[in-house]
């Protein structure tokens, strides 16, 4: 009897468990069809949140552009040239109460990671600087030429966000 004790203690200090080579290499082979098929998720995921942070940029143009030329109503059309809305000073345009171009920006309390390009005298292109085509991740601003035209926000162009 003691020796078939001793033989049973014999064969579970032999026996070893664990995984073997084909489990190992079946699980790598799952998580690498799982990893190739969210990878492609992830990355869109990048170009969507440039498109919103943009779509956010031109929100806050429209919006300091529209309060810009609301001040400048209600201070009726003896108002001075220029408007300050939260510490930042935009001047009003041909007597329409809209913010000249070089301006908006500013006004819009936009962050460094938006930078702007002078299309001409009387518009400005802002454009996401992260964007894999900043020329294709972008929306422009046009001021007004006349006292009685608005000031208008173009609708983004995202296909290079």
Not at 39 to 57: G, H, I, M
Not at 102 to 112: K, Q, R
Request: glycine share 6%.
């Amino acid at each position: 009897m003691k020796q078939l004790q001793q033989a049973r203690r014999h064969n579970k200090q032999n026996s070893q468990s664990g995984f073997t080579l084909i489990e190992l290499v079946v699980v790598i082979v799952i998580l690498g069809i799982l990893a190739a098929t969210a990878l492609p998720k992830f990355v869109s995921l990048q170009s969507d949140a440039r498109t919103a942070s943009l779509n956010a940029a031109k929100g806050s143009v429209s919006s300091a552009m529209n309060l810009a030329h609301a001040k400048f109503l209600v201070a009726g059309t003896a108002a001075s040239g220029t408007v300050s809305i939260e510490g930042a000073t935009a001047t009003n345009v041909q007597g329409a109460g809209y913010p000249q171009a070089s301006e908006i920006a500013t006004l819009a309390g936009l962050s460094s990671d938006y930078s702007t390009s002078l299309v001409s005298t009387t518009g400005v292109t802002v454009y996401l600087s992260s964007a894999t085509t900043t020329a294709s991740c972008s929306f422009t601003y046009t001021q007004p030429t006349t006292s009685a035209t608005p000031a208008t926000v173009s609708t983004p162009t995202t296909t290079g966000c």
